[in-house]
């Protein structure tokens, strides 16, 4: 027993010493010692990662801040992009309020909707006319416009009143020439017309492509001989009647105060006393569109005259519109062109883009097939039976083929007397 705890105590000895030694070995090689981590240590990882999270965060936070700016600036652009839009609808809207505040105050005081006290256009000073007959012409026409001088339009020089009444006074006592008479006949017709009957005509001209040019040149002499053009703001060509026509309607309402206004060929006979009393039918009426109304087939072939490159719009068949030759429209329509002529789309045949001008508003279509008749002997039938045709020309020729030598002859087959013209009340 003794040898035993005798053993086991050396051995507890032993054990300690080895223990010890170790430690103590163990500080030499490691050079460092075994500590608790403090709670700040222990905390440290986790505020490195809240700083990697705060950057991180900071990042998304800058991007969010991107993203919301970029939409920002999106939607200033877009309410930007809004308001020209409705600012430019409000333009449109006061134009044409503006207009037809003009028109009506025109109507008022020229008396068209008014009572009795307020009737006259002396109030004003403005000169209400019947009808506006614009002749389309080119600068190659002049043998064409010196057929229809000849013919249908009376001619006038601009003399004054007292000049014209010493003249005749004068012819009257001393000269019985028939040269005499037929100057002064002619002399005071265009303008009398004007201011007795209301009736303005003009050949409708616009303006060559090369400025200064010879075309233009004899245009002008040409006007400083007769008088009776009307220049508009138009570059002339031959697939540009519809833009002509345009402008021409254009220039016309804002030129003079008429109930109608009408387009003609160089080509075609025009009776201008029957004209005014068919037109005179429907002074009345807001928003009139006056012609010979036709329709047919689309013009697709390429190998055509009058081809139209838009044909598709149309399907196989035009909608209904008045025949180019001649037609008349009411001054409010007139104004509409005015004032939207920016906007109006031109085809190719320009009858076919007045009748699309008006196909959707409310306007009164009125087949007048007077205003189509054709050549002797059907013009001069139907005179004969009474029924005197305003228009003709050969529907084949699209107007009157070979007008400068047939002219005459339609005219004196066709024609009106010229007496009538004066007796006329519109």
């Not at 699209?398 to 002219?407: A, K, L, R, T, W």
Request: aromatic share 10%; glycine share 8%.
């Amino acid at each position: 027993m003794s040898w035993r705890r005798g053993d086991g105590g050396v051995a507890r000895r032993w054990v300690m010493l080895l223990c010890a030694g170790s430690f103590f070995l163990g500080l030499l090689f490691t050079d460092r010692m075994w500590t608790l981590p403090e709670v700040t240590e222990v905390a440290r990882p986790n505020g490195r990662r809240e700083k990697e999270d705060e950057l991180t965060a900071g990042d998304c936070n800058s991007a969010k801040v991107n993203v919301k700016r970029d939409y920002r600036e999106i939607l200033q652009t877009q309410d930007t992009h809004h308001a020209v839009r409705t600012l430019d609808k409000t333009i449109a809207k006061l134009e044409t309020e503006l207009s037809a505040a003009r028109t009506l105050q025109e109507s008022f005081l020229n008396g068209s909707l008014v009572s009795e006290g307020h009737k006259g256009s002396d109030s004003t000073g403005t000169r209400k006319y019947l009808m506006v007959i614009g002749i389309n012409t080119a600068f190659s026409s002049r043998q064409r416009r010196d057929s229809i001088r000849n013919t249908w339009m009376p001619q006038g020089l601009f003399l004054h009143q007292s000049v014209w009444n010493f003249l005749r006074l004068f012819w009257i006592l001393i000269i019985w020439s028939t040269n005499v008479q037929l100057t002064m006949g002619t002399g005071i017709k265009r303008r009398k017309l004007e201011e007795e009957k209301g009736i303005v005509i003009r050949f409708v001209i616009g303006h060559s492509a090369i400025s200064g040019g010879i075309v233009e040149r004899a245009i002008k002499a040409e006007e400083r001989k007769h008088g009776d053009f009307m220049r508009i703001d138009h570059v002339e060509g031959y697939l540009e009647l519809s833009g002509k026509t345009k402008t021409y309607f254009a220039t016309a309402v804002s030129l003079w105060d008429a109930d109608f206004y009408v387009k003609v060929d160089d080509d075609v006979h025009v009776n201008i006393a029957t004209l005014g009393q068919i037109l005179s039918n429907h002074v009345k009426k807001p928003r009139v569109y006056i012609g010979c109304m036709k329709s047919g087939p689309v013009l697709s072939d390429k190998d055509v005259r009058y081809y139209e490159p838009e044909h598709w719009k149309f399907g196989d068949q035009y909608f209904r519109h008045a025949t180019g030759q001649l037609y008349a429209i009411s001054k409010d329509l007139a104004t509409y062109i005015s004032i939207n002529k920016r906007v109006l789309h031109k085809y190719i045949n320009e009858d076919v883009s007045l009748g699309a001008w008006f196909i959707g508003l409310d306007v009164e279509h009125i087949d007048e097939r007077r205003l189509c008749c054709g050549t002797p002997p059907d013009c001069e039938w139907k005179a004969q039976a009474g029924n005197t045709c305003a228009v003709s020309f050969d529907w084949k020729c699209s107007g009157i083929c070979d007008s400068v030598e047939n002219m005459q002859w339609v005219h004196n087959r066709c024609g009106e007397s010229e007496k009538s013209l004066w007796i006329s009340s519109f």
